[in-house]
């Protein structure tokens, strides 16, 4: 079996450019079936054959490893620290972990100390946001714009130029370097 962090699709054309889409995440579980094809729909970031607002749950829960699903579909939060995403630094882009669409541009991202990857800003379209009371104290949640995945939370705490912070389960995302 194939460990989720050491798959990788090398060389796979996106547009005009090779690419290498690199599968990060806490789990060691071995990856399924469905968790490969997932990655290889990863690279779709243009897909406009899946009608995401139509999959059930059981679509999801093939789709998405157990901690996906809980961060993805309950909005669920991951620990902090715990995603290698957190220190990524090369050029590329960060990528709904559900559904492929691009979210957000390394240099768009951040050390905000928090424990979890920290953007100032996101790719314009690419998400949508709603209030969220489950911590009494009103917070703005955001998800994937075109899935609705839950990525995380948005707090006015974040440098220049925007002074937004985009905190973000890197749970829910993927990451597509850029090529060399």
């Given at each position: 079996?194939?460990?989720?962090r050491?798959?990788?699709?090398?060389?796979?054309?996106?547009?005009?450019?090779?690419?290498?889409?690199?599968?990060?995440?806490?789990?060691?579980?071995?990856?399924?079936?469905?968790?490969?094809?997932?990655?290889?729909?990863?690279?779709?970031?243009?897909?406009?054959?899946?009608?995401?607002?139509?999959?059930?749950k059981?679509?999801?829960?093939?789709?998405?490893?157990?901690?996906?699903?809980?961060?993805?579909?309950?909005?669920?939060?991951?620990?902090?620290?715990?995603?290698?995403?957190?220190?990524?630094?090369?050029?590329?882009?960060?990528?709904?972990?559900?559904?492929?669409?691009?979210?957000?541009?390394?240099?768009m991202?951040?050390?905000?100390?928090?424990?979890?990857?920290?953007?100032?800003?996101?790719?314009?379209?690419?998400?949508?946001?709603?209030?969220?009371?489950?911590?009494?104290?009103?917070?703005?949640?955001?998800?994937?714009?075109?899935?609705g995945?839950?990525?995380?939370?948005?707090?006015?705490?974040?440098?220049?130029?925007?002074?937004?912070?985009?905190?973000?389960?890197?749970?829910?995302?993927?990451?597509?370097?850029?090529?060399?």
């Amino acid at each position: 079996m194939i460990d989720r962090r050491r798959f990788a699709l090398s060389s796979l054309a996106f547009g005009s450019s090779a690419i290498v889409l690199t599968a990060c995440g806490a789990s060691s579980a071995p990856a399924s079936r469905a968790t490969l094809q997932r990655k290889t729909d990863v690279m779709s970031a243009l897909d406009t054959d899946t009608d995401w607002a139509e999959l059930t749950k059981a679509d999801w829960k093939e789709r998405l490893t157990e901690e996906e699903f809980h961060v993805l579909r309950k909005e669920g939060t991951e620990r902090p620290f715990s995603s290698p995403l957190n220190d990524e630094k090369r050029p590329g882009t960060f990528v709904c972990a559900g559904c492929g669409l691009p979210l957000f541009k390394t240099d768009m991202k951040f050390d905000s100390g928090t424990g979890w990857p920290s953007f100032f800003d996101y790719i314009d379209g690419a998400v949508d946001t709603k209030r969220d009371f489950k911590l009494i104290v009103p917070r703005t949640e955001y998800h994937c714009a075109r899935c609705g995945g839950h990525q995380g939370h948005v707090f006015k705490d974040g440098p220049a130029p925007t002074g937004l912070r985009y905190c973000n389960n890197g749970v829910a995302l993927d990451f597509i370097p850029d090529a060399a």
